[in-house]
């Protein structure tokens, strides 16, 4: 009798076990979403020490209107890219970082995992020209202005 009891209590503790771990699962599943969709890239925007760009060395701003995007970028140097931003479907995603070297090519991935997105701008330098910095973006199907971007960079020389 008290090994049956036993047997019982062993069997229903581990189903227990076993459904919670499944459900982790699938809710650990439900957080990973696929890539955010980058509709456009900037063009690689090298900086003099005139500031063009009013963004913070090394940060990112989301900018959901043109009023916001006119505010950052000084009058003129909007690239053809951000002249025609349709805001009611699209995001832009701006920053700025400084280099002492030009750069040859910029790399952009843009992803969510839960409530979150993450940017991660990879920065190849060139050697042979100089640079204050560069400005950098990319335009994206629309996210809230309260987004929370993860912003990491890789630069290789």
């Not at 699962?25 to 509709?39: G, S």
């Not at 063009?52 to 890219?81: C, D, P, R, W």
């Not at 995603?93 to 990879?122: M, P, Q, W």
């Amino acid at each position: 009798m008290i090994m049956k009891r036993i047997i019982l209590f062993s069997a229903i503790t581990l189903l227990i076990f076993a459904t919670m771990s499944c459900e982790k699962k699938e809710t650990e599943k439900e957080l990973i979403l696929p890539n955010a969709k980058i509709t456009k890239t900037f063009s690689i925007m090298y900086q003099s020490a005139k500031n063009e760009i009013n963004i913070e060395n090394g940060k990112i701003v989301i900018v959901n209107s043109q009023k916001e995007l006119n505010e950052i970028f000084k009058e003129g140097y909007l690239t053809k890219e951000l002249t025609n931003v349709d805001f009611t479907k699209n995001t832009v995603i701006a920053g700025r970082y400084a280099t002492t070297n030009g750069v040859s090519k910029v790399e952009h991935k843009f992803s969510k995992v839960g409530d979150k997105y993450e940017y991660i701008l990879t920065i190849v330098l060139d050697d042979t020209c100089v640079a204050q910095g560069v400005g950098f973006g990319i335009i994206v199907e629309k996210i809230p202005n309260n987004s929370e971007i993860i912003f990491k960079v890789n630069v290789i020389s």
